[in-house]
């Protein structure tokens, strides 16, 4: 019976480490298969755990400003997204839900409170929290399994995109065959010289979950190009998340 047990448990074990290897296939090559199954596969690798506690490196350029921050973020999927960016003292924090998005700086004496509009003006598109969130996971900005897509193999890697474009952005999602997840997705509208790249360079094997390890982001429109560059330092799942977030009165407010 001991004997028994002994190789129940070493079974076990031997098939959770070759799973757990097996996340992250280095050597992965895109096989010919449907649109339909490489968006299944996409989504079936989508993030599943209920909290985020990460430390990350951003460097934040338009032009105009050049700023490197470490920044805390913090997520309750679905529920709330936390930022405090910090360079020697407090330079900002936010809190964003999915119907608001407030902001303070007391290093720019400002502050905003209301809709998607401030960060849809950093990034140059129309996006929601469910989107944002994507951004953050490396998954989707759009759930490709609720629109027919197409399917080409480029250097090894699927390119989805929608068999109708949307009429303002076309729009492409590059997935790599190791692991389903986002190298890149990309929004253009060319008509108005307007974009937006995301590119996940890496990803990491986090508590057997399949995690970025930086995410580059370059919004371009006529008048400038902004290029915010985040490097996740350290990243743990399903911990307490404390987000305090108390918005002084004496800010100047913003809008957009």
Same mark, same amino acid.
């Given at each position: 019976m001991k004997f028994l047990?002994?190789?129940?448990f070493f079974t076990?074990?031997?098939?959770?480490?070759?799973?757990?290897?097996?996340? =992250? +296939?280095?050597?992965?090559?895109?096989?010919?298969i449907s649109a339909r199954k490489v968006a299944k596969k996409h989504v079936a690798a989508n993030f599943d755990k209920k909290t985020v506690d990460a430390k990350l490196k951003v460097n934040f350029d338009n032009g105009k400003t050049s700023q490197g921050l470490t920044v805390n973020l913090k997520i309750k999927k679905d529920e709330v997204i936390w930022l405090k960016g910090s360079k020697f003292l407090?330079?900002?924090?936010?809190?964003?839900?999915p119907t608001t998005v407030r902001y303070y700086s007391t290093v720019f004496k400002n502050s905003f409170e209301g809709d998607f509009s401030m960060i849809e003006k950093l990034l140059g598109v129309a996006i929601n929290f469910e989107q944002l969130q994507n951004l953050f996971l490396g998954q989707?900005?759009?759930?490709?399994?609720? =629109? +027919?897509q197409e399917v080409e193999i480029v250097n090894n890697r699927y390119i989805l995109?929608?068999?109708?474009?949307?009429?303002?952005?076309?729009?492409?999602?590059?997935?790599?065959?190791?692991?389903?997840?986002?190298?890149?997705?990309?929004i253009v509208n060319t008509e108005k010289n307007l974009r937006l790249d995301v590119n996940y360079p890496s990803y990491n094997l986090i508590q057997n979950t399949v995690f970025p390890s930086a995410v580059s982001i370059m919004a371009k429109n006529p008048k400038s190009v902004t290029k915010i560059d985040l490097v996740y330092k350290s990243v743990v799942f399903d911990t307490e998340v404390f987000m305090s977030f108390n918005m002084p009165n004496s800010l100047k407010k913003l809008s957009f």
């Open positions: 047990k002994y190789i129940l076990v074990l031997f098939t959770s480490c070759k799973t757990t290897k097996n996340m =992250i +296939d280095a050597n992965a090559i895109a096989k010919n407090t330079v900002f924090k936010a809190e964003i839900t989707s900005l759009l759930n490709v399994k609720e =629109i +027919d995109s929608p068999e109708k474009q949307a009429e303002l952005f076309d729009i492409f999602f590059t997935i790599n065959p190791a692991h389903f997840k986002l190298d890149e997705q990309n």
